[in-house]
Every structure is written in structure tokens, then in C-alpha cells.
């Protein structure tokens, strides 16, 4: 199964949320922390128009969210067929 791609910060609240409902879920997906790694920041922030808003949420199709509620996350989550079975 495809995963996601979670860009964050281990201080975010809103990453923490949405790392959660992901679990919750049991949706898995690959963690990148923007503070760590210089690369998944370049990424995030190109992605982003230059802000550095987090979390940024890449689904495997290449669609991203910026900062989403639980709600937008569950939603393109199951429209992306990224539920487990």
C-alpha cells in the first residue's frame, strides 16, 4: 500500500493531532520532522509557496494539505482508498 508523507515538528500541536488521527486510523505513513532534516524542509517549504506551515500532509498521488483538520485528513484519506481493509 502507498503512503502518505507527514512534514512536521515534533513541537506542533497540529502535527501531533494529525499523527493521531493517522494511527488512529492505522494509516501508515512516513514521519519527515522539518526541525532535523534540511531536506524535508526545502521540500515542505517549496510545496508550501515559501511558508512554513505545518503540518503538510503528500499523498501518494501528489496532492498535499497544509495544516488540515481531522475531518479534511479523514476525508481525503478515504477518498484516496488509504484506509486498511
Known amino acids: 500500500m502507498a503512503e502518505l ?3 512536521g515538528g515534533d513541537w506542533c500541536p497540529d502535527c501531533r493531532r494529525s499523527k493521531r488521527l493517522l494511527d488512529r486510523l492505522g494509516v501508515p505513513y512516513t514521519y519527515l520532522d522539518v526541525d532535523a532534516d534540511d531536506q524535508a524542509m526545502a521540500a515542505m517549504t517549496a510545496m508550501n509557496g515559501g511558508r512554513q506551515s505545518i503540518p ?3 499523498f501518494p498521488d501528489g496532492h498535499f494539505l ?3 483538520s481531522d475531518p479534511a485528513l479523514r476525508a481525503d484519506v478515504e477518498a484516496a482508498g488509504l484506509l486498511p481493509s
Open 5 to 7: 508523507t507527514v512534514y
Open 56 to 58: 503538510v500532509v503528500m
Open 66 to 68: 497544509v495544516e488540515p
